[in-house]
């Protein structure tokens, strides 16, 4: 394994991770929900009555955050070596894994995992295992 180390930006990673868990504590403490991308989707699905409005505000903002940064800085282009189809299976098979995992990444691993949560813990143990995992065959047994 090598390292690119033109594209290593540690202190840009640690900001980044700083950032998300100042706003997802932030969210926690002021509106008690937890900043969970899935359930905050799913709940646009179900609308309740008051659920509607945050969840939209939640979503726009995490379109609007890159678009402003966009006007501040270049926003490298991102090379995505595949193709519509596992781009689709792939997103279904993500959020097919968030409905029977109760949650995605960042209510599991950001928010449940600082909560202590023992069920967050193995949901993110479980879906890094399976990232690993994937890696390893798809590079190192399927050799793609």
């Known amino acids: ?6 594209a290593f930006t540690p202190h840009a990673a ?22 969970g991308i899935s359930g905050i989707l799913g709940g646009l699905l179900r609308p309740s009555a008051g659920g509607v409005g945050w969840r939209l505000a939640f979503l ?11 006007l501040a800085a270049a926003v ?9 189809g596992a781009l689709v299976a792939a ?9 029977y995992g109760a949650g995605c990444t960042s209510g599991h691993g950001v928010c449940g995992l ?14 890094m295992g399976a990232g690993f995992a994937t890696v390893y065959v798809v590079r190192h047994l399927l050799g793609t």
């Open 14 to 35: 640690l900001a980044g991770g700083v950032l998300i868990g100042l706003a997802a504590t932030i969210f926690v403490l002021f509106n008690g929900r937890i900043a």
């Open 114 to 127: 600082s909560r202590l949560s023992p069920r967050a813990l193995v949901a993110t143990l479980a879906f």
């Open 60 to 70: 726009a903002g995490l379109v609007a955050a890159p678009l402003a940064y966009a």
């Open 1 to 6: 394994m090598t390292i690119d180390w033109n």
């Open 76 to 84: 490298p282009r991102p090379q995505i070596d595949a193709g519509w």
């Open 91 to 99: 997103g279904l098979l993500v959020g097919i894994g968030t409905r």
